[in-house]
């Protein structure tokens, strides 16, 4: 949450300044104070919001929802925008087929995890 305009009031400790940033778990709940001048106030806000999953949610929800692309006969591909980026779920119900596959990557604004070079990921899925 931003204040642009934040006058006759103050954010309470742990919080300072004319913003916050916070980050409510699942269960848990969170409380932000601001005192307020008792000669008046005004103030005016801006905020952006997004809502994570865990990843074994994310990939249920892909599974169940996500656009299919067949890759081969018993093996695909699932996708699925989300608030936190894109996810890719490939699946293989062969019991002898291997997929290899080069995905290409043209990236703004996001990033894949864990690996040093952004313009590709390199799959490999066996049966199973």
Known sequence: MNYPSFEGLTLLAP??????????K???????????????????SSFSQQVLMSDES?????????????????IYQKYLSH?????????????DKTLQEELGLNLEGLRVDGQEDQTKVN?????G
């Open 83 to 95: 608030s936190g980026g894109i996810m890719y779920v490939y699946m293989n119900e062969t019991g």
């Open 123 to 127: 799959i490999l899925i066996g049966p």
């Open 15 to 24: 919080e300072s300044g004319q913003g916050y940033q916070i980050n409510v």
């Open 26 to 44: 699942a269960g848990d709940s969170r409380i932000i104070l601001i005192k307020q001048d008792c000669s008046g106030f005004s103030y005016s």
């Open 58 to 74: 994310l990939i249920e929800k892909c599974l169940a929802e996500g656009t299919q692309n067949d890759r081969a006969e018993g």
